[in-house]
Nanobody, 121 residues
């Protein structure tokens, strides 16, 4: 089964940065929008950012500024740069690929297994 492959999670102190990386096969990457969904324990997944093949993006207002999404189309990779991390950013972060430039998880076709981000104060 085709699945995005995430990496880059880990532990960080508040104020520091992490960069998440997600790899998909090229033929899927080129035909999908790429997104990142953090999920807090016991809560539903809520996208923080999505990016189209041409670089158009939607970023959730509550992370706009500290978080930046990007993609390398030649390598089939999407990134989530997370700056100035805070304890409330602690979550499992899922890479996703979907059919629309939307923060709505209903448009997602492929889900990764997630990478844990833990931020301590």
């Amino acid at each position: 089964q085709l699945q995005p492959n995430e990496s880059g999670g880990g532990s960080a102190h508040a104020g520091l940065s992490l960069k998440l990386v997600c790899v998909l096969p090229g033929y899927i990457h080129c035909n999908t929008y790429r997104a990142w969904f953090p999920q807090l324990s016991g809560k539903s997944r809520e996208s923080v950012a999505v990016i189209g093949y041409g670089g158009d993006t939607i970023v959730a207002p509550f992370v706009e500024g500290p978080f930046t999404i990007s993609r390398d189309n030649a390598k089939g990779i999407s990134y989530l740069q997370m700056n100035n991390l805070q304890p409330e950013d602690t979550a499992m972060y899922y890479c996703a690929a979907g059919r629309a430039l939307s923060l709505n998880p209903d448009w997602i076709t492929y889900w990764g297994q997630g990478t844990q981000v833990t931020v301590s104060s």
